[in-house]
Structure formats: C-alpha cells, structure tokens
C-alpha cells in the first residue's frame, strides 16, 4: 500500500535560519508531489509541486525552495528564515495513474 | 484562476442532526473534486473523491454529489455524531498535468451532545 512520511512534525526555529522539510512516498512510482501551506487562520496555499525527478514549479514567489532528487522524495528549503514563513506545511502526492489526493501529517513550523 | 467558497463558514449542531455543507467552484473545467476533514492541527484525511464522471458519491453516513456544469457540489452527513466535530474542507482537483487542488477555507463543525 501507498504511504506517504513527512518530517519533522514540529520545529521551532529562528529567524535567518536554513529550514529543511522532507517528504517520502512508498508504494507508487513517478507520483505527483505538492508542498502546502496553511496559515494561521487561513486557508491551504499551493507552494510548489513537481511531476518528475528535477522537475519543480512555483506557485508563489516566496522565500522558499524545493527539490526533488529522488523519484518519492520532496524537499521544502530555505536558506534563511523570515517570520512570515510559519505555518503548517503539507506534503501530498497523486499518483498519475489515479484520482485522489494523500496528504502527509504535516509540519507545524514557528519562526521566533 | 480557480476559487472556491465553502457555506457556511461554521456550523454548531446537536447531536443526531442531518447535515447539508456547501461547495462552490468558479472553474467547472475540473478533473475530480475531493471532500477531506482536517481536526485541529492534524493533516487532511480524504473522505470522498468524486470524479468528474460521476455525480455522487458515498460512504458510511456521508454522501457527496457533484454538479460540474453549475460548479457546484454537496456534502451530505447523517445522523452527526460528536466525533464528526472538524473542519471539513472542499477540493476541485484541476485538469492538465500538474491536476493542482484548490481549497476554500472550509466549513468548521461542531457536533455538540
């Protein structure tokens, strides 16, 4: 069956600091991968998402980065931290091949 | 650009209540469209996808119906029960490669005893 791992769960860090967020997928191959964000209070921002290995777009021009070195594995960076980056950020993937949506368990990220 | 509106905003029931949640969507150029719950500070669980084929869905005491062409779809709960208490959150999943979901600010309910 399909998983999908998201780490840490929580992080507190401080402003000007690097962030590294990384999600993995098991069970599926060449599957769609997304990072969302939701603010307090707000609702879910599509950040970026990436159909295959190297292969990222940005959906708003932010502070934020991400990679995708490996087949299942996405990776949200930033190489310093404002304030306005906290939040929780959702990892998702679809596989191609069918319909749906699976979230990860998110990661509750509070720049101090 | 896609937008999505979810009424009501919030919902406070007794237990036992039949439930109607809205969904509205401005693109009906859609794929799918997908019903998830999110509780406080967890991830979204799906409960119902819909595809762009089909016009309801269901499982357990939830239902879901889709009308494409007026952007438009429904979640239905029976019988709500305390554990049903979360944000529910409504996704139209887009066509082309990327199929990006677009979410509303979702409709947070409560199920009181």
């Known amino acids: 069956s399909q998983t999908i791992h998201q780490w840490p769960a929580t992080l507190v860090q401080p402003v000007g600091s690097p962030l590294s967020l990384e999600c993995t997928v098991e069970?599926?191959?060449?599957?769609?991968l997304y990072w969302y964000r939701q603010a307090a209070g707000r609702g879910l921002q599509l950040l970026f998402y990436?159909?295959?290995?190297?292969?990222i777009s940005s959906e708003v021009p932010q502070n934020l980065s991400a990679s995708r070195p490996q087949d299942r594995q996405f990776i949200l960076s930033s190489k310093k931290l404002l304030l306005s980056d906290s939040g929780f950020y959702l990892c998702?993937?679809?596989?191609?091949?069918?319909?749906?949506?699976?979230f990860g368990s998110g990661t509750r990220l509070t720049v101090v | 650009k896609q937008e999505v509106t979810q009424i009501p905003a919030a919902l406070s029931v007794p237990e036992g209540e039949n439930l109607v949640l809205n969904c509205s969507f401005t693109?009906?150029?859609?794929?799918?469209l997908q019903w998830f719950r999110q509780d406080p500070g967890k991830g979204l669980t799906s409960l119902l996808l819909?595809?762009?084929?089909?016009r309801e869905q269901t499982s357990g005491r939830l239902n879901a119906s889709l009308d494409k062409s007026s952007g438009r779809s429904t979640l239905y709960i029976a019988a709500s029960q305390p554990g049903d208490s979360a944000t529910y959150l409504c996704a139209p999943i887009g066509t082309g490669t990327a199929s990006k979901l677009t979410f509303g600010t979702g409709t947070r309910l409560q199920v009181t005893l």
């Open positions: 998702a993937w679809r596989d191609t091949g069918a319909y749906g949506y699976t």
């Open positions: 990436s159909v295959g290995i190297g292969q």
């Open positions: 693109d009906s150029a859609i794929y799918n």
């Open positions: 069970g599926t191959s060449n599957p769609n």
């Open positions: 819909i595809q762009s084929s089909q």
